[in-house]
């Protein structure tokens, strides 16, 4: 499968999952020069666009694919070369547009938030290839009724099911509400973005990383069934749940370097 059947096959799944309304949700997704090669010509620039905000200097030469501002998740699969462009980073503040947004589009809103921690991320494990940004209804719920902590997210999320913490040993970071679509949101999430793979923005949604669209996929699918669970059982009677104990001893059994200081 090509790289763009690929990320269009993910795009549509978000979207049937009801996390990515009208054009809610972003993702890009570092492509090799080969995978490029397959789809245009990287030589080719149609146009150029420019971010004077913050420095890509770090991501010189790479290529991403990335979706368009206003464009909805449930039309890409179908109709890719409006709804998709492929750029490449030609100096520290310039994305050059080599295929798609043939109507004329964009890159999406939340580009700066992308770049950002995809610079962010390769400092941390230079396989990094794929930023997620979508609207997950569970997530989104728990913001508006838990206090806005880190800890006190992933431990929660960590408890609703036996695989979470294999899944993000990491935990989650949280972020209050701040104006979206900007630089400073993006500078925020990538601050954070160097000790985790998931930042969740209070009332909005969820941005997660990885290497592989299955590995970053999951990751969104297990958060968000984790959140799911705290929404249906949190104003019920609890009569047994998952202890620290217990944690610890999935942690010990597979492995797992799980972030210290929650449940120990
Ligand atoms: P874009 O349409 O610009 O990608 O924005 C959607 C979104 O989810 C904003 O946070
Ligand atoms: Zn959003």
């Known amino acids: 499968m090509g790289c763009i059947e690929e990320v269009t096959e993910i795009l549509d799944l978000l979207y049937k999952h009801g996390w990515d309304e009208r054009n809610g949700g972003n993702l890009s997704y570092i492509l090799t020069e ?4 397959s789809v ?3 030589t080719k620039v149609i146009k150029e666009f420019k971010y004077d905000d913050f420095d890509l200097s770090l991501a010189v030469g790479r290529y991403f694919i990335i979706t368009g501002t206003g464009k909805y998740f449930k039309n890409c699969l179908k109709d890719p070369r409006n709804n998709l462009g492929i750029m490449k980073v030609s100096d520290a503040h310039t994305l050059q547009l080599l295929w798609g947004y043939e109507d004329g589009g964009r890159p999406t809103s939340e580009a700066p938030t992308h770049l950002q ?3 962010e991320r390769l400092k941390v494990d230079p396989s990094h290839r794929l930023v997620i940004h979508c ?3 569970n997530i989104i719920c728990m913001t508006h009724i838990l206090p806005l902590d880190s800890d006190k997210f992933t431990e929660i999320l960590w408890k609703m099911q036996t695989e979470s913490i294999v899944v993000f040993p990491e935990g989650v970071a949280v972020l209050p509400w701040i104006l979206c679509g900007g630089t400073e949101i993006g500078r925020q999430t990538a601050a954070k973005m160097s000790e985790y ?10 941005f997660c990383t990885g290497r592989s669209l299955d590995e970053v996929f999951g ?4 958060i968000e069934k984790a959140a799911e669970i705290y929404m249906k059982i949190c104003d019920k009677k609890i009569v047994q749940s998952i202890s620290n104990e217990n944690l610890i001893e ?12 929650i449940i120990d």
């Open 34 to 37: 080969e995978e490029v090669k």
């Open 40 to 42: 245009c010509d990287p």
């Open 117 to 119: 921690c995809h610079i």
């Open 135 to 137: 609207h997950t209804t």
């Open 197 to 206: 793979r998931s930042v969740i923005w209070a009332q909005h949604g969820i």
């Open 219 to 222: 990751l969104i699918e297990t």
């Open 250 to 261: 999935i942690a010990e059994a597979f492995k797992i370097d799980y972030r210290h200081g």
